[in-house]
């Protein structure tokens, strides 16, 4: 049993995944980061740099490419570098589309999440479309979700933002907490139990290393200061990482993100806005598009004051964006096959995109 990898996650779930893969001459490890064409791999022989691009990858057929937080097999071979040989099934993934608008593809952010803390900081307005994006995501990943509201003691009213957080996150958690009072802290702590991993999620200067440091007990995550002028920070977290609590459990850190295009998260757009889904099914017409069609169900609620209109609209742009993305894959889809000397694209059914996990 490898016990370098307890504080890591490791676990039964983890033995019996890695022993069904069957790989002889490799040994587990988890994925603490991954930089340019390598990652660092925690294995019961210390950490080593792996790569899942060279020779020994390429002979193992290896095919998915990790992510902070996989599980994953280690081959030293004798003619090359040590190599990731295989990805281990993932029990969930946080993903968005790579930002690159010229590129229609999946980004995982990572991987083998059992909590995922939307982090929003209080010493600037709680944006709540954006938080109801980060809950679609976090909803898809399989994972559960968490609002984490940090820097309570810079909040100038912290119980309407927590009615406000609680508004756009329905039935989701969510936690107060301040690194300077410790408000929030023991809650969070009791979260992290051994083998299970919870990822932060937020943008730059929200307060995610701050709360990673009060947690481990120590300075392991750098800081920096927030501009005063628009309340954003530095990037200090540069690459996703873990970092094992004392006490059990493990903590992804994130760099903050700038943008989080979904990727294939009808499911969890539907979870954060259930309340408008539920409405939209007494609507008079199957197709409603909840905007100006009579007999609207989710416009009469508008009008009546039972649901926001703000909701409503931060519910339509994340609508059309999936529905844009799935275009785009049909597109994507299309101009494959015909490189590939198939059916010419206008003769191609375009496909349909899966979006359960």
Not at 48 to 55: E, I
Not at 225 to 237: K, S
Not at 272 to 301: I, S
Not at 323 to 342: I, K, P, S, T
Request: aromatic share 4%; glycine share 10%; net charge negative.
């Amino acid at each position: 049993m490898p016990h370098t990898l307890f504080p890591y996650g490791w676990g039964d779930r983890v033995s019996a995944l890695f022993a069904a893969l069957d790989l002889p001459g490799s040994t587990p490890g988890r994925v603490a980061r991954v930089d340019r064409g390598s990652c660092l791999v925690v294995t019961d022989g210390g950490v080593v740099r792996a790569s899942p691009f060279g020779l020994t990858s390429r002979r193992a057929g290896l095919t998915e490419v990790p992510a902070a937080g996989d599980w994953v097999g280690v081959a030293h071979d004798p003619d090359d570098d040590p190599g990731v040989v295989a990805v281990l099934p993932r029990w969930s993934a946080i993903s968005r589309k790579d930002p690159d608008e010229r590129v229609t593809a999946e980004q995982v952010l990572a991987a083998n999440l059992d909590v995922v803390a939307v982090v929003c900081a209080l010493d600037r307005p709680l944006g709540q479309n954006r938080l109801e994006r980060m809950l679609a995501a976090a909803w898809e990943s399989g994972a559960s979700p968490l609002v984490l509201l940090t820097k309570a003691d810079l909040a100038t009213d912290p119980a309407q933002a927590v009615l406000d957080a609680g508004s756009a996150a329905g039935d989701v958690p969510v936690l107060l907490t301040s690194r300077v009072s410790g408000e929030g802290i023991d809650e969070l702590r009791l979260l992290l139990q051994p083998s299970r991993t919870l990822a932060l999620l937020g943008p730059s200067g929200a307060g995610k290393s701050s709360l990673v440091n009060r947690l481990v007990g120590d300075d392991v995550q750098s800081t920096g200061a927030v501009r005063e002028a628009d309340a954003r920070g530095r990037h200090t977290t540069t690459s996703r990482q873990l970092v094992p609590v004392p006490g059990g459990g493990v903590l992804l850190d994130t760099p903050g993100l700038r943008s989080l295009p979904l990727w294939d998260a009808e499911a969890g757009v539907a979870a954060v806005f259930d309340d408008v889904e539920e409405l939209a099914a007494d609507c008079r017409f199957r197709d409603c598009r909840h905007e100006r069609e009579p007999g609207c169900a989710v416009q009469g609620a508008v009008a009546a004051g039972a649901l926001e209109g703000r909701r409503v609209e931060s519910y339509h742009k994340l609508v059309h964006e999936l529905d844009a993305l799935e275009l785009r894959q049909g597109e994507q889809a299309r101009r494959a096959v015909g490189r590939r000397g198939g059916k010419p694209a206008r003769d191609v059914e375009e496909p349909k995109v899966q979006r359960d996990r």
